[in-house]
């Protein structure tokens, strides 16, 4: 199984600042994901991020407010753009193993960011 | 539309069953399930695919009503380490690696 690793762990941000949030997984895959949950709740799709071409945004979800890179097949940059409180939230980034085809997906243990 | 699901939170006393069940208003290709403890990430349970079979894993089953767009996840004679919050995730074309998490069910399991 895929094991993911996520920087930082935690976080805390003044209004209006930036963070950038690394994800780097032990092995190739095809299909990285980046989720936020906010507190108590859900999981959201923020955008899934794509090898050698842009970052492929859910409704609600824009690239000037939470760009994207993925460099390679092991590795994915989120960052969260002119924090405000809001954005407070755990981010998780999730993948897909390549040639697994059982629909599970690996998740890293999150950012958690606060926003003051 | 997020896919709703109930209950929103239960308790149980080891050794009890639990239904959770998961609805969606469109209709699905698959619907996968995860269990999140508290501080961790979401780890993979089951899926389920259109016209396939339930599926089982140790005590924790689940079905599929294609035709209701909706799923249950059993979990028979609970154990302490099924605490935890459960999402049902649901896909809607073959391929479509993207899930809509339901609203989730918080699950306690009390001595």
């Known amino acids: 199984s895929a094991v993911i690793s996520q920087k930082p762990s935690r976080d805390i941000c003044q209004r209006g600042t930036s963070l950038t949030i690394q994800c780097q997984v032990d092995?190739?895959?095809?299909?990285m994901f980046w989720y936020r949950q906010q507190p108590g709740q859900s999981l959201t799709l923020i955008a899934t991020a794509n090898q050698g071409s842009e970052a492929t945004y859910e409704s609600g979800f824009v690239i000037d407010k939470f760009p994207i890179s993925r460099p390679n097949l092991t590795f994915s940059t989120l960052t969260v753009s002119n924090m405000s409180p809001e954005d407070s939230s755990i981010y998780l980034c999730s993948v897909e193993e390549a040639g697994r085809n059982t629909g599970e997906l690996f998740f890293g243990e999150g950012s958690r960011l606060t926003v003051l | 539309q997020q896919p709703v699901q109930s209950p929103q939170a239960v308790i149980l006393r080891e050794g009890e069953d639990a239904v959770i069940n998961c609805s969606s208003s469109k209709a699905l290709y698959s619907v996968h399930w995860y269990r999140q403890k508290h501080g961790e990430a979401p780890v993979f349970l089951m899926i389920l695919l259109k016209g396939g079979e339930q599926k089982g894993h140790e005590k924790i089953s689940a079905s599929f009503n294609e035709k209701k767009q909706q799923s249950s996840l059993y979990l028979t004679a609970s154990q302490l380490s099924y605490s935890g919050t459960y999402f049902c995730g649901t896909a809607i074309n073959f391929g479509n690696e993207k899930l809509t998490f339901g609203t989730g069910t918080r699950l306690t399991i009390i001595p």
């Open positions: 092995s190739q895959v095809t299909m």
